[in-house]
């Protein structure tokens, strides 16, 4: 009888015959080749434009041969030079550079003390109404960020840039220029986009917060405060560092509101300065101020992972005794209710309502004024290149039809590539190609929009081998839009699929199902919920997107959002305000009814 | 039906510590073979393996003479064209199909016409008793329900070859034994060759017409299910197979003690029988069963003990004795008289000899043939 000694490793057959058995095995099973595909597919969509953009800032581009005194295409420092220490690098870079961090902390200081704020109010204490509060207070997140910049300028426009002026203004009260335009305003009205983002993470952390650890900071004799510096905050760390971060990568690329609200007062921040420099078509110090843009963006993130990985021995674990002890107010629950209403009338009611009178009244808000013309006149007189209300022409119909059918595209492909990459992470066969997938589909994520538009413009602009130049083509919109919205969808894709396990799918095998069949009647029909949310998701946020396509699209691939702000070049402020109010009314509405039927939290969708 | 055959078959995660060591293994023809060990030591991924779910690092696997697995040769069968049945330790039911559609999908995939795909789901769904459920989703089924669907799934398509990953462990023990019965008999029927694993050796014992027990990746014996339990070939078996385990105690250097008591016996039993093995036995097993109390029948190995306990477990008592400092279990399957404290005679007619490499060398059979005692 074979008596088992805890042997040696067992033989290992020679390697070519090792390597010959794998690929018989890979014949058999597409999923290695897929995620090659896959890898190589995103890698060109992801990694391929980063790359073209930092080649274009140190070479030289054609036009700037006579300044450099180098011939264009060869190697040069000349850009950044001009971007950091020549004469103009003040206003090129430095002045954008402080301006995007005056605005970034007053954003996270207005957002998170209001975020904090109200994310106590609904997790923690007795207010009346706090299901609803805690609702209704991320209202303002799902509206386009620029939504509140317009109704800002309704209101505070002065007479400085052209077009009509604000209600304010109209009203014989002028308004100087700081309160109209620039740093104080962009600070308020991206606060007010940006508080909920600080309420779900805070608010989600409040919760998770064992009240026993609380409870027994307070027997062993600690009084409130001690208890609130020694234990609550610690304990918020995460959550707060994240916030904070994340609100200050997103203002960074952020482009709508100081769009709006910086340049009259030629208030640039980066991303403007990146728009204008593409604009003016200084490709070369364009490519510099994205790489900017990019390295900041990476650094943030990867400051937040750190944090997030080096906090996680914080995390309370359990919430078995998490059970919700709530602070009395007592005597204030009502004023603190009327604060939360205050809260979402400022940032939800005034705006809106602010954007949809507008839209009603010649004179701002002045029903006096009442018309209906802006909608529907068959003629607007004054308005040459918008010259009837946004119903009629077919402006806005062409640009609804693009909206759908661009962001339509592009979050089905996500949706797809997100689950796939989630099944080939998932099946495991192919270790390191999934490695590989889960890096490169992450990768978006750390940068910001404006700046991997920047990148993609300069990969597709022109023809390279056999990709041709994709510059003002559909293709090129819903490539960037699927690309920057995949590391949401490949995480729920991986999410989704590792909840389900390979299981079924292997028991699917052994009936005898060869691979289609497999992904048609077993791994897609079970991912149904998946996918629609997957789908859903990205095609709200794409929908309020601006900072991405904004350089993207031309005359005949206007978007909703790339038409509201042409309305606003163009001072067409009611114009502009109604398509945003278009806009803002079909995300509410999708988002709304997404989380009725899905039962899915904004939460998991805050990749807006 | 064929005989499954793994040979050499080696298989390691990612490169790292091998799951499953050197695998020699055949389950012959018709066989209903159990695949027994302790949690973790590869029953699942041996089982994996031979479905074509998991592939060797290294050997052959083939079934008659179809060679599925070869490393060495670069042969390969995908498990969609093996056309075996495997019941997932976790079910792995499908959860958007109804029942019905569940055990219909192997038969779709295998083109046979709705009417009999309808009727050949519906006896297989009547042979576990779920044919009430049938219109239901696995969500509205009880965790049993869903285990005995997925047996139908498999028996639904008729396969030569049935792989069954622990497929009885979530049913009370009433099912349990109608299940097994139910198994036994499609086994019979059906002729097909089983490989069932499990973690219950009592399953193993009852059911298997052959036991194969694995640990930490490698194979320790096959055998007929009593021959195993009579003749386990090393320690690990010994005390793995046969419940409350066998007793084993270790010779230490001085023989001295309860060891050196019942080695002296063994061997002025069967003189130069233990000589001739490869090397001297460092440790001698008892079952309980066969400790017995009283006084012994003849010229048995007796020794003194002192009762400790007395544990009542139905229909058999299990002594817990100290006899010579060492602590010993006895099972009596006829009521003990003795009180804790109480000092008996306890008497054996069988003990296991084991060698220092864990295997064993040879029994001592007294009750084979009284008069001179017999070496197995
Ligand atoms: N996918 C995997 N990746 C890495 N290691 C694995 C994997 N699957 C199993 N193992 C390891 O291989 C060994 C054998 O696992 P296996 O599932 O075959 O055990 P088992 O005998 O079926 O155990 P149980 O009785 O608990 O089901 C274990 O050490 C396990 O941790
Ligand atoms: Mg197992």
């Given at each position: 009888m074979a008596v088992v000694t805890k042997a040696e490793t067992p033989p290992r057959p020679p390697r070519s015959r090792r390597l010959l058995y794998r690929l018989r095995v890979l014949r058999h099973d597409p999923t290695a080749a897929l995620g090659l595909i896959l890898v190589v597919v995103l890698g060109y969509l992801v990694v391929a434009p980063l790359v073209a953009v930092l080649s274009d800032a140190f070479r030289l581009q054609y036009g700037d041969d006579v300044h450099a005194g180098q011939a264009a295409g060869e190697w040069t420092g000349y850009y950044l030079w001009r971007v950091f220490r020549s004469?103009?690098?003040?206003?090129?870079?430095?002045?954008?550079?402080?301006?995007?961090?005056?605005?970034?902390?007053?954003?996270?200081?207005?957002?998170?003390?209001?975020?904090?704020?109200?994310?106590?109010?609904?997790?923690?204490?007795?207010?009346?109404?706090?299901?609803?509060?805690?609702?209704?207070?991320?209202?303002?997140?799902?509206?386009?960020?620029?939504?509140?910049?317009?109704?800002?300028?309704?209101?505070?426009?002065?007479?400085?840039?052209?077009?009509q002026v604000g209600f304010l203004q109209a009203q014989g009260v002028h308004t100087p220029d700081w309160l109209a335009y620039g740093a104080l305003p962009i600070i308020v009205t991206l606060g007010l986009h940006y508080y909920p983002f600080v309420l779900l993470?805070?608010?989600?952390?409040?919760?998770?917060?064992?009240?026993?650890?609380?409870?027994?900071?307070?027997?062993?004799?600690?009084?409130?405060?001690?208890?609130?510096?020694?234990?609550?905050?610690?304990?918020?760390?995460?959550?707060?560092?994240?916030?904070?971060?994340?609100?200050?990568?997103?203002?960074?690329?952020?482009?709508?509101?100081?769009?709006?609200?910086?340049?009259?007062?030629?208030?640039?921040?980066?991303?403007?300065?990146?728009?204008?420099?593409?604009?003016?078509?200084?490709?070369?110090?364009?490519?510099?101020?994205?790489?900017?843009?990019?390295v900041i963006g990476v650094v943030i993130v990867l400051a937040d992972t750190r944090m997030t990985r080096e906090h996680r021995r914080f995390v309370t674990v359990g919430g078995k005794g998490g059970m919700d002890r709530l602070s009395d107010l007592r005597r204030v629950r009502w004023p603190a209710f009327a604060l939360g209403l205050v809260v979402f009338g400022v940032s939800v009611l005034v705006p809106v309502l602010t954007l949809l009178l507008s839209t009603v009244t010649r004179t701002p808000l002045d029903l006096s004024t009442f018309t209906l013309d802006y909608w529907l006149a068959e003629r607007l007189p004054g308005a040459v290149g918008f010259p009837h209300g946004v119903f009629r022409g077919s402006e806005l119909w062409a640009a609804a039809w693009n909206s759908l059918r661009i962001v339509g595209l592009a979050s089905?492909?996500?949706?797809?590539?997100?689950?796939?990459?989630?099944?080939?992470?998932?099946?495991?066969?192919?270790?390191?190609?999934?490695?590989?997938?889960?890096?490169?589909?992450?990768?978006?994520?750390?940068?910001?929009?404006?700046?991997?538009?920047?990148?993609?413009?300069?990969?597709?602009?022109?023809?390279?081998?056999?990709?041709?130049?994709?510059?003002?083509?559909?293709?090129?919109?819903?490539?960037?839009?699927?690309?920057?919205?995949?590391?949401?969808?490949?995480?729920?894709?991986?999410?989704?699929?590792?909840?389900?396990?390979?299981?079924?799918?292997?028991?699917?095998?052994?009936?005898?199902?060869?691979?289609?069949?497999?992904?048609?009647?077993?791994?897609?029909?079970?991912?149904?919920?998946?996918?629609?949310?997957?789908?859903?998701?990205?095609?709200?946020?794409?929908?309020?997107?601006?900072?991405?396509?904004?350089?993207?699209?031309?005359?005949?691939?206007?978007?909703?959002?790339?038409?509201?702000?042409?309305?606003?070049?163009?001072?067409?402020?009611?114009?502009?305000?109604?398509?945003?109010?278009?806009?803002?009314?079909?995300?509410?509405?999708?988002?709304?009814?997404?989380?009725?039927?899905?039962?899915?939290?904004?939460?998991?969708?805050?990749?807006? | 039906m064929p005989a499954i055959t793994l040979t050499g078959v080696a298989k390691s995660y990612g490169g790292g510590e091998h799951a499953v060591r050197n695998l020699d293994l055949t389950v012959p023809d018709g066989a209903f073979m159990c695949l027994l060990g302790p949690s973790g030591?590869?029953?699942?991924?041996?089982?994996?393996?031979?479905?074509?779910?998991?592939?060797?690092?290294?050997?052959?696997?083939?079934?008659?003479?179809?060679?599925?697995?070869?490393?060495?040769?670069?042969?390969?069968?995908?498990?969609?064209?093996?056309?075996?049945?495997?019941?997932?330790?976790?079910?792995?039911?499908?959860?958007?199909?109804?029942?019905?559609?569940?055990?219909?999908?192997?038969?779709?995939?295998?083109?046979?016409?709705?009417?009999?795909?309808?009727?050949?789901?519906?006896a297989a769904l009547k042979m576990v008793h779920v044919d009430a459920a049938m219109d239901r989703y696995p969500s509205q089924l009880s965790g049993g329900q869903q285990q005995r669907v997925a047996l139908a799934r498999m028996l639904a398509v008729n396969p030569s070859v049935l792989l069954l990953d622990e497929p009885l462990s979530n049913l009370d023990a009433r099912l349990r034994l109608e299940m097994r019965a139910e198994l036994k008999r499609i086994h019979e029927e059906s002729g097909a060759t089983i490989v069932f694993v499990t973690h219950d050796q009592l399953e193993a014992l009852t059911m298997a017409t052959d036991v194969a027990v694995m640990n930490e990746g490698e194979l320790q014996q096959v055998a007929a299910p009593m021959d195993m339990y009579d003749r386990p070939a090393n320690r690990f078996v010994a005390e793995f197979v046969g419940s409350p385990p066998m007793a084993i105690v270790d010779v230490g250097p001085s023989p001295a003690g309860l060891a050196g008591s019942l080695l002296r016996f063994a061997e002025s039993r069967v003189p130069g029988s233990l000589e001739g093995a490869q090397c001297s036995p460092t440790a001698v097993g008892i079952r309980p069963e066969a400790l017995r109390l009283g006084p012994p029948p003849g010229a048995t190995w007796c020794e003194e003990a002192v009762v400790e306990a007395v544990l009542p477990a139905g229909s058999s008592?299990?002594?817990?004795?100290?006899?010579?400092?060492?602590?010993?279990?006895?099972?009596?399957?006829?009521?003990?008289?003795?009180?804790?404290?109480?000092?008996?005679?306890?008497?054996?007619?069988?003990?296991?000899?084991?060698?220092?490499?864990?295997?064993?060398?040879?029994?001592?059979?007294?009750?084979?043939?009284?008069?001179?005692?017999?070496?197995?």
């Open positions: 004469q103009i690098s003040g206003l090129l870079f430095w002045q954008p550079l402080l301006n995007t961090l005056v605005v970034a902390l007053g954003t996270v200081l207005f957002a998170l003390v209001l975020g904090g704020g109200m994310a106590w109010l609904v997790t923690r204490t007795n207010v009346p109404g706090r299901k609803w509060l805690a609702g209704a207070l991320v209202v303002p997140y799902m509206l386009p960020s620029w939504t509140f910049s317009l109704a800002w300028l309704t209101l505070f426009k002065n007479e400085r840039a052209g077009g993470l805070v608010g989600n952390a409040l919760r998770r917060i064992d009240a026993q650890l609380v409870d027994s900071a307070r027997i062993l004799g600690a009084p409130q405060r001690t208890v609130v510096r020694r234990i609550v905050i610690p304990l918020m760390l995460p959550a707060l560092s994240s916030a904070v971060l994340l609100v200050v990568g997103r203002v960074l690329g952020t482009f709508g509101t100081p769009y709006v609200l910086g340049l009259p007062a030629d208030f640039r921040v980066l991303s403007t300065g990146l728009f204008q420099s593409i604009r003016d078509r200084s490709t070369g110090v364009a490519s510099v101020l994205a790489t900017v843009i990019v089905v492909i996500c949706a797809v590539a997100g689950l796939l990459v989630g099944y080939v992470v998932v099946r495991g066969t192919a270790p390191r190609v999934a490695f590989f997938l889960r890096q490169v589909s992450f990768l978006p994520y750390l940068v910001p929009g404006i700046a991997f538009a920047a990148a993609s413009l300069s990969l597709f602009a022109v023809a390279r081998g056999p990709i041709p130049a994709l510059y003002g083509t559909t293709f090129l919109l819903i490539l960037v839009m699927a690309v920057t919205h995949l590391p949401y969808s490949s995480r729920s894709g991986i999410a989704a699929m590792t909840q389900l396990g390979r299981e079924p799918e292997e028991a699917a095998q052994i009936a005898g199902a060869p691979w289609f069949q497999r992904m048609g009647r077993i791994i897609f029909p079970i991912q149904k919920g998946a996918l629609v949310t997957g789908i859903v998701l990205p095609f709200i946020s794409g929908l309020k997107e601006l900072s991405i396509v904004v350089m993207l699209t031309t005359t005949g691939t206007e978007l909703l959002t790339t038409l509201s702000i042409g309305l606003v070049d163009y001072g067409y402020t009611q114009l502009a305000n109604a398509v945003v109010l278009v806009i803002a009314l079909v995300s509410f509405t999708m988002t709304y009814l997404t989380q009725r039927l899905t039962k899915s939290s904004l939460a998991s969708g805050l990749g807006g | 030591c590869g029953k699942t991924t041996t089982l994996r393996m031979i479905a074509g779910l998991e592939q060797p690092t290294a050997g052959t696997i083939a079934v008659g003479d179809r060679v599925l697995d070869s490393v060495e040769r670069g042969l390969y069968v995908p498990p969609e064209k093996r056309g075996m049945g495997l019941v997932f330790q976790n079910y792995a039911l499908w959860p958007h199909l109804s029942v019905r559609d569940n055990v219909e999908f192997g038969l779709r995939m295998r083109k046979v016409p709705a009417v009999e795909r309808r009727a050949r789901a519906e008592w299990t002594v817990r004795l100290r006899v010579l400092d060492t602590e010993l279990y006895a099972v009596s399957y006829t009521p003990v008289e003795a009180a804790p404290g109480d000092v008996v005679t306890c008497w054996t007619e069988r003990m296991h000899l084991f060698g220092a490499d864990g295997a064993r060398l040879s029994a001592w059979d007294g009750a084979a043939s009284p008069a001179k005692g017999a070496v197995a």
